[in-house]
């Protein structure tokens, strides 16, 4: 093949190939003998934030950690992408981090890029020694910042600790005359993975148990100013075995092998689909768009949300 290798395709774009087509299983995969691309690349940064508003973002940066034989890569891309494309957030909730020492070389590489864009670093240690947690980036403006772990000595009914990456919460004070209180729970629930199988009950028992958990968790703090964001590892949608999303917001589902429990009330407002149709999507995988990092928030109180956004 004399064509090259574009590995920068972006949305909007589209192909036109002669190709052979394999089958493997219930996958395709065309390998082009000749193709060509239209479109133009859609990179996109968020606006800056106005002078009365203050920005927090959620962030899944993929392992990053010591294990990763990308981090040469992975460092700089996401030290670029939040200062760039981000716009440098007043609050970053990530998942994925390996450890402090992690969390502290990213903040290192961001204030390489831009040295008045000036982070204090939060990360707790999850359960079962993971080498994936969750943790901030919180910019020195904000005010009296405590960051906990919630439900962390929690067990799940088959035995084990429910959380594996404990919701972590961050409370703080925002900068601003009169200085409104702000809580953000920042979570990186179970994944999908083993849904279906030999491992199903497990995977599907530990998934609800840990919605409930969390939903009580955002009921002991309704009227407190909560955002929750993060990895909810859950469709908009019931996945048929576990409701994660609506057990979260309060909402009613259109069923589920387990059946969502009365605990959120009011609901939540879902701010990350209430968007244009054609944007509701944090992750593309195997080609295809979905939702599965979310942004929930309890009645605001001294503050609204003025807009949400992804950075593409």
């Known amino acids: 093949m004399n064509q090259p290798n574009n590995r920068f395709l ?3 774009q589209s192909v036109t190939a002669n190709a052979v087509l394999f089958q493997n299983d219930d996958i395709y995969v065309a390998f082009p003998l000749n193709y060509s691309v239209d479109g133009t690349i859609a990179e996109r940064d968020l606006r800056s934030a106005a002078e009365n508003e203050i920005t927090v ?9 010591d294990e990763s034989d990308f981090l040469d890569i992975q460092y700089p891309k996401l030290a670029r992408y939040i200062v760039d494309r981000l716009g440098g957030p007043d609050i970053v909730a990530l998942q994925e981090v390996g450890d402090i020492g992690n969390l502290n070389e990213l903040n290192f590489r961001i204030n390489q890029l831009d040295p008045d864009l000036r982070y204090n670093t939060y990360l707790i240690q ?7 947690n969750c943790a901030f980036l919180v910019h020195e403006s904000i005010n009296d910042v405590e960051v906990s772990q919630l439900a962390s000595t929690e067990s799940i009914s088959l035995g084990g600790r429910l959380h594996d ?3 972590l919460l961050l409370e703080a004070n925002l900068p601003t005359n009169p200085p409104p209180p702000i809580q953000v729970l920042n979570l990186h629930l179970r994944s999908l993975g083993g849904i279906e199988g030999s491992n199903s009950f497990f995977v599907r028992t530990k998934r609800h148990e840990q919605a409930i958990s969390v939903a009580n968790l955002i009921q002991q703090r309704q009227g407190n100013n909560l955002i929750v964001v993060g990895d909810f590892n859950a469709f908009q949608f019931s996945d048929g075995y576990v409701d994660v999303l609506s057990q979260l917001e309060g909402s009613s589902s ?4 387990f059946p969502v429990e009365p605990v959120v009330s009011p609901p939540l407002a879902n701010v990350s689909t209430a968007g244009a ?3 509701n999507y944090s992750f593309v995988f195997q080609g295809s768009a979905q939702v599965l990092d979310h942004c929930l928030s309890t009645n605001l109180d001294g503050m609204e949300i003025t807009e949400f956004a992804y950075a593409r």
Do not use: K
């Not at 259109?254 to 092998?257: D, H, I, K, Q, R």
């Open 10 to 12: 972006s949305v909007g």
């Open 57 to 65: 973002a959620s962030f899944n940066v993929l392992q990053l950690q």
């Open 126 to 132: 999850g359960n079962n020694n993971t080498p994936i």
């Open 165 to 167: 990456r404990p919701p």
């Open 254 to 257: 259109l069923g589920a092998l």
């Open 277 to 279: 149709a054609d944007e």
